[in-house]
């Protein structure tokens, strides 16, 4: 829908200078946005100052349609052509108290049918055929009334709210848990002794006993008959 509503706004901006002209002889009621919910009525009055119009056309300008073709003849409203979408949805009413004034009530409203409709009076001046064009009003069809989307809205924030704030005691309690678990295990935690393998023995080194040997040219005694005596 706020392609729709931008729509409508651009089409305000673009609104060709005869309209705004010929505000001062044609006018319509209600002029302001109107945000209507699906399947809602709207009636919509038009207004000219000008006297003894001919016929009175309601049209839809995005759409660039003609909805409902009215023909004044004999002080009666002779309704002569009507859209084909729009077949049994408008309503005419003359107002009496205003002189040249005509309402017309839009029933059965859809999303299709967001746009700004206006009125284009026809009458004869100077053998001429004039025509003046009221400034129209914009139709926004949603599918919900604006007081049911706030309420909508409200428990959408709601819902997040408590969301936010069961996350965020879920996390704080996860958070304490941890924490409480790491000062239990730290107060009870002992750290375990390093233990060192043991030495390999060294091997002892033991020196062999040495033989004595037998050296004849040492021996002195005189006894040995085979022993030399030294020169």
């Not at 009334?145 to 965020?168: F, G, H, K, M, Y």
């Not at 879920?170 to 375990?192: E, Q, V």
């Not at 233990?195 to 390999?200: C, E």
Request: glycine fraction near 2%.
């Amino acid at each position: 829908m706020k392609a729709h509503w931008w729509s409508c706004v651009l089409g305000l901006l673009c609104m060709p200078a005869e309209v705004l002209l010929n505000n001062l002889a044609a006018s319509q009621n209600p002029s302001t946005i109107s945000l209507l919910r699906v399947n809602s009525s709207l009636e919509t009055t038009c207004f000219t100052s000008l006297s003894n119009p001919l016929s009175l056309t309601l049209r839809r300008q995005f759409q660039n349609e003609e909805v409902v073709h009215l023909h004044f003849k004999n002080e009666q409203i002779k309704k002569t052509t009507t859209a084909q979408k729009f077949v049994g949805r408008v309503h005419i009413t003359e107002e009496l108290q205003v002189k040249s004034a005509i309402s017309l009530q839009l029933s059965q409203l859809g999303l299709e049918d967001t746009d700004l409709y206006y009125c284009r009076w026809t009458l004869l001046k100077s053998a001429n055929l004039v025509t003046v064009t009221s400034n129209g009003t914009i139709i926004i069809v949603r599918e919900s009334a604006p007081q049911d989307q706030c309420e909508d809205t409200i428990l959408d924030l709601t819902l997040i709210s408590l969301s936010v704030t069961a996350l965020s005691v879920t996390l704080s309690l996860f958070i304490g848990a941890l924490i409480f678990k790491c000062k239990r295990f730290k107060k009870h935690f002992k750290p375990a002794r390093v233990v060192r393998p043991p030495r390999p023995e060294r091997a002892q080194h033991i020196c062999p006993r040495q033989q004595p040997q037998y050296r004849p040219y040492l021996v002195t005694s005189l006894n040995n008959p085979n022993s030399r005596g030294i020169q």
